[in-house]
């Protein structure tokens, strides 16, 4: 058990000026545990907002529509996102907008950001890790579609299942393992970079518009005939292989995934389906 200790009304500190340590922390678990509550929670977590009704109702609404996004994402590459990146810069953004327009009376804070997008998060593992993988193979082995109240129930309890268990995981995952997850890293170090300030933060801000700006007209570039044209390109290139379904495809959706897990993960995928799809199984 972990000690408590009263609120004071010094100025609030910010998460951003204190750091995990880059070696993590050391010794039983409750010693981790005891460490990361003296040198992370104090002072800031106890201090300032988190888990408000606000935060919640924004993660939940914006998880219910970004939990789409999953069902491509995954069906394209079978890989499911938790959506919390996109989740995070929405809000971010949204929340701003409504303090200028006078509809909110402050902005969210840095940890009622990140509590949203746990809760956008929870909805968009949802559709990922269950409608895109069990369900579409259990429609590729009957060729029936299961019924949607059926589909219904194994979501929820699905959900009911992974919320009883998120405590001892993240516990045991995050606390004393201290495993680095790509996707959480890459929405802190966004919403760092969002709640920072100076002319560093803009900058980063500005790239993240314009990388937001520049994958939308390459959507619009493919769909608009691109793709169609790299095919009929690698047609001639590759020949028997692209009978077989190997082809190069340029989605910036793989870039992205692929600057989340990393260049080692990136090359041992790539070499593994290549040696396997287009020399091993022809």
């Given at each position: ?115 949203m ?33 059926t589909t ?20 045991q ?67 028997n ?21 990393g ?9 593994g389906?290549?040696?396997c ?6």
């Amino acid at each position: 058990m972990v000690s408590t200790s009263p609120q004071s009304s010094s100025p609030l500190p910010s998460c951003l000026e204190k750091p995990l340590p880059l070696d993590g922390f050391q010794g039983t678990p409750d010693e981790v545990e005891q460490q990361w509550y003296d040198q992370v929670y104090l002072g800031s977590g106890d201090r300032m907002k988190q888990l408000t009704w606000r935060a919640v109702i924004v993660g939940m609404l914006l998880g219910s529509i970004l939990s789409l996004t999953n069902l491509y994402a995954n069906l394209k590459m079978g890989w499911s996102f938790g959506v919390a990146l996109t989740a995070g810069i929405i809000s971010f953004a949204l929340w701003n907008a409504f303090v200028r327009l006078g509809i909110s009376k402050s902005p969210m804070t840095i940890l009622e950001n990140t509590c949203m997008q746990s809760a956008a998060s929870s909805a968009g593992y949802s559709t990922g890790g269950t409608l895109t993988s069990a369900v579409a193979a259990l429609l590729l082995l009957t060729g029936q579609h299961m019924p949607l109240g059926t589909t219904f129930a194994w979501i929820f309890f699905i959900a009911v299942l992974g919320v009883t268990m998120a405590i001892p995981m993240k516990r045991q995952m995050i606390n004393i393992e201290q495993i680095r997850f790509p996707d959480s890293i890459a929405t802190a170090e966004t919403l760092k970079v969002l709640y920072s300030e100076g002319k560093k933060a803009a900058g980063q801000a500005k790239a993240l518009l314009y990388s937001a700006l520049f994958a939308a007209a390459n959507a619009i570039a493919m769909a608009a005939g691109g793709e169609r044209w790299l095919g009929t390109v690698q047609q001639h290139i590759l020949g028997n292989w692209y009978q077989r379904t190997i082809f190069f495809k340029w989605d910036l959706m793989f870039v992205g995934a692929g600057a989340l897990v990393g260049m080692k993960t990136s090359l041992s995928l790539f070499i593994g389906g290549t040696v396997c799809w287009a020399l091993y199984v022809p």
